[in-house]
């Protein structure tokens, strides 16, 4: 931050820690044999029996929320509503996913990393983390940009934990081992070192920037 500062004419500084209540982690590795959505399934429904208060579920694209979106519709009780979010809903679908749930009621909400930083759902207490995300990978021997899933680093992990914790003690469960957390890198490998930089080459070409 110091660094960006200075390159910006020493730009002030302003920090905010906010505020964040405890979040018990619980780790549920699937069996093996286990389809990724049937685990998350099954976790979703222990923790709307072991816990109160909403649940956001982060799985990795549209695709997997549609699948976990069947399978929980046909479990739940009456009282719970499942909400998919992701990038390309409308943004009226969108906003009942980040409203909190209506007295008397629950929500699931199932996500992709679209939840992890850029919107706040409210009344959410749990957590229910796959671990996965689908990222852009830029393939050179090719010249094209494929989608790929891949497991989250440990940054990206807490990152999603927090989650929980914004209104009050709040809960998250990993798919997956204490020991494969441990194995999981620091931080996301930054976009710049994997996508395609040819369009920008080209736009600074045009502005003059050789």
């Not at 964040?20 to 976790?43: C, L, M, N, Q, W």
């Not at 009456?78 to 409203?99: C, E, F, H, K, N």
Request: glycine share 6%; aromatic share 4%.
């Amino acid at each position: 931050a110091t660094h960006m500062s200075k390159l910006l004419s020493d730009a002030p500084l302003i920090e905010s820690e906010g505020r964040a209540f405890p979040v018990e982690t619980r780790y549920v590795p699937p069996k093996t044999g286990v389809r990724i959505e049937d685990h998350v399934v099954s976790t979703v429904m222990t923790a709307l029996h072991e816990e109160h208060g909403s649940i956001l579920v982060f799985l990795p694209g549209e695709a997997e929320i549609r699948r976990v979106a069947e399978r929980l519709s046909a479990s739940v009780e009456d009282v719970v509503d499942i909400a998919p979010l992701y990038g390309r809903l409308t943004p009226g679908q969108q906003d009942l996913a980040i409203s909190p749930a209506a007295k008397g009621r629950r929500k699931v909400v199932l996500a992709t990393t679209i939840a992890q930083t850029s919107l706040t759902i409210e009344g959410i207490r749990v957590v229910v983390d796959s671990g996965l995300a689908r990222v852009p990978v830029f393939e050179p021997a090719t010249a094209l940009t494929r989608l790929e899933t891949r497991t989250i680093s440990k940054a990206s992990a807490t990152q999603r934990q927090g989650r929980a914790g914004r209104m009050e003690d709040g809960v998250c469960y990993r798919l997956w081992s204490k020991g494969q957390n441990a194995a999981r890198p620091e931080f996301d490998t930054p976009e710049i070192l994997a996508a395609d930089l040819t369009p920008l080459v080209l736009s600074l070409a045009a502005w003059g920037v050789t």
